[in-house]
């Protein structure tokens, strides 16, 4: 069940590849230098880069921020990423 403060839509603005702002989101759930995946109303965004900082982050409203060097950004469902028999971190981070 979503919360009602966070923005039901999703929106996401790159600038220059540099800077990110994203709303819409329910959960940052691993981030590294290399990576950010989090969950948002419409499944799981997994950011590749390099030297990346989570700059803003209000769970609370669904909003957060990630500077650095963004190289991709990948859309998927959120089940793709419950499969059974794997550990989560060689999931996400393979």
């Known amino acids: 069940m979503e919360q009602n403060n966070i923005a039901k839509t999703h929106k996401l603005a790159l600038d220059n590849r540099k800077q990110m702002s994203l709303t ?34 209000s769970i609370e409203k669904g909003e957060v921020n990630v500077g650095g060097n963004i190289d991709s950004i990948v859309y998927s469902d959120v089940k793709a990423y419950g499969e059974k028999g794997k550990s989560f971190v060689k999931r996400m981070f393979r």
Do not use: Y
């Open 24 to 57: 819409g989101i329910k959960d940052v759930v691993a981030f590294d230098l290399n990576q950010v995946l989090l969950e948002s109303t419409l499944g799981m965004i997994h950011i590749k880069g390099n030297d990346l900082k989570v700059t803003k982050l």
